[in-house]
């Protein structure tokens, strides 16, 4: 009775998942669509989280600096969605005025950046350093936080000219009071907005979709699909549904030491899928 019970369960939950892939389509969004959601909540974002972080972590002025082509990873989660990399040299700075003034938030900068003030007028002032200089002179913050960092790739956007040319800028008595913005970068990509974890739903309903397509049995035959052709079929749906992944999907098989032995005797190809094997993603 459960052994009957169990495959009734699975089956509810595969037929489930079927109805979904069968409608991927209609859960993804146009690109104009993804571009308007993703600019609303990094709005979102940027108005209820920056300035509980940046207190909770003692950091008054938080200073990012990228350059087109060599991206600060926690920039590129600021910036409108429509950007492939920053502009030249952009800066996105922080500004915290206490609790009830709030967070400025400046961009010293080209050309614009979302809803960032525009804090830079190159006709006016040629040098962008001396502009920046001015801006945290004036603010006179009790620490300056930079996205350097021993410990977390994403949270070392800075390169080595934009940190020496920073530090070139600033008067002594503020280049000693600069901090790695490490916890505070981390607190930014690590936490999740309520809006975020409603779109969450519709991402994982995609996910799982995705993934029934790719190991039901009109997808894996037996003795002929391989662990590539697996993989580069979730790559193409992917491509083909207007999605991105961050990394390339990776399909294990586990099987049997028994199957091994089979498989090893009959000299047969390991990479190919048979009866019996537990296929993992």
Do not use: C
Not at 210 to 216: D, G, H, K, M, Q
Request: hydrophobic residues 40%.
């Amino acid at each position: 009775m459960l052994r009957i019970l169990l495959i009734a369960l699975l089956s509810q939950i595969f037929s489930f998942n079927f109805v979904q892939a069968d409608d991927l389509k209609d859960l993804v969004l146009t690109q104009r669509e993804k571009n308007n959601l993703r600019n609303s909540i990094t709005e979102e974002r940027i108005e209820t989280l920056i300035p509980g972080l940046m207190r909770r972590e003692g950091i008054d002025a938080w200073v990012l600096i990228a350059r087109e082509y060599n991206d600060d990873p926690v920039m590129m989660t600021m910036v409108e969605a429509h950007r492939f990399t920053v502009s030249r040299r952009t800066v996105l700075m922080f500004l915290d005025h206490g609790p009830e003034k709030g967070v400025e938030r400046l961009t010293i900068s080209r050309w614009g950046v979302g809803s960032f003030k525009p804090s830079w007028v190159p006709e006016e002032e040629p040098d962008q350093w001396k502009r920046i200089s001015e801006i945290l002179s004036e603010f006179n913050p009790k620490k300056i936080g930079l996205n350097y960092s021993d410990n977390f790739s994403i949270t070392d956007g800075i390169s080595h000219t934009q940190m020496r040319d920073f530090k070139a800028a600033l008067p002594a008595e503020l280049t000693s009071r600069i901090v790695s913005a490490e916890r505070l970068s981390i607190g930014w990509i690590e936490t999740r907005i309520p809006s975020e974890m409603e779109i969450y739903k519709d991402v994982m309903k995609i996910a799982h979709g995705i993934i029934a397509e790719a190991f039901s049995a009109e997808n894996i035959k037996p003795g002929i699909t391989t662990r590539q052709d697996l993989l580069w079929w979730m790559r193409q749906r992917i491509h083909d549904l207007t999605l991105v992944t961050w990394f390339h999907p990776e399909i294990d098989i586990e099987r049997s030491d028994r199957s091994k032995r089979e498989i090893a005797e009959g000299n047969l190809d390991p990479d190919v899928i048979y009866k019996g094997d537990h296929v993992h993603t």
